[in-house]
């Protein structure tokens, strides 16, 4: 009997937690995350699903199907707001940080030579008043063009979606993070980059419902432990190879693939923040963003509204564990 006993509790010590994740794309992070088992170690094991549009993402988060979602502030805020598809508020909270900047670009079929040859256009984007058709709406009035009186926006979904859209002729302009050539290779070129407008801009951090949060605040707190120490993992120069070899696993040794995500997460402008911290500047710059494009009166919220940093703090004090 006691033999039996002993045999079963390796199995009830390592039982571990389940956590239910949507985003568009494993980051370097999340990747390391899972190969490195700073998850495991955490008793934490995740269920990761992928989407393609962001209606999906945020909606699939509200109904409960997933935990938290990894995805750009931008949409956090505006579906908290009742300014998403659907017309709801909700009440979210960002809890990790990601990335900085925005590394996308103002893609445009070859007859658009200018800003003012977009009047009258219509641009494609993942949903029309979320992500970064919002910073594309703030560089577009920097020039005098403002949404629905000079040029149209219209969902179709992520960058393919967007890129096929254009190839048909059903749009004209999107912003995309695609790679140069394969804009090339299109036929398109670039209008203009995001980062050349926008400094500050917080994306692919942590985000859940308020009240998963308070129910679950241990495991949040050990999520949040597993990804900072993801993080200086990847950050710490001496990790290259070992974070290239659990890229080339996730890419299906997509060489090249590998390389980009391991330089794009030490990129000081583009990369992950260090350390995983919250990009409150970047978060402001969401919500400036808002505003210039006209979807959010100047003053209507602050960034400390989403922000819950109790339990990035307490995992940061806690590392040892």
Known sequence: MAA?????????????????????????????????????????????????????????????????????????????????????????????????????????????????????????ADAVTTGYAVVAMAILKKYGLEWKRDYQVKSFGNTTA?????????????????????????????????????????????????????TNDDLLVRFNRAMIRATDFIQDPKNKDEVIKGLLVETKNNKGRAEGMYRQALDPNMGLTPRSRIDAAGIRSVIELRETAGLMKPGQVKAEKYIDARFYDKALETLGK
């Open 162 to 214: 967007r890129a096929d859209a254009m190839s048909r002729g059903d749009a004209v302009a999107a912003m995309m993070s695609m790679a140069d050539d394969e804009i090339k290779k299109r036929g398109f070129k670039i209008l203009t980059e995001a980062r050349d407008h926008v400094e500050n801009y917080a994306r692919g951090l942590g985000a859940t419902r308020r009240d998963w949060a308070r």
């Open 4 to 124: 039996a006993v002993l045999t079963l509790l390796p199995t009830i010590v390592m039982a571990q937690d389940l956590i239910r994740i949507g985003l568009f794309n494993k980051d370097a992070a999340i990747v390391t995350a899972e190969q490195k088992n700073f998850l495991w170690q955490q008793n934490i094991r995740v269920e990761i699903s992928t989407v393609t549009d962001s209606p999906s993402l945020l909606r699939n988060l509200i109904k409960g199907n997933y935990d938290l979602i990894l995805n750009n502030a931008d949409n956090v805020i505006a579906w908290a707001e009742g300014q998403g598809e659907d017309p709801q508020k909700n009440d979210f909270i960002i809890f990790l940080g990601g990335s900085q900047g925005v590394d996308q670009k103002l893609v445009v079929v070859p007859s658009i030579n200018d800003y003012k040859d977009l009047k009258g256009k219509l641009l494609a």
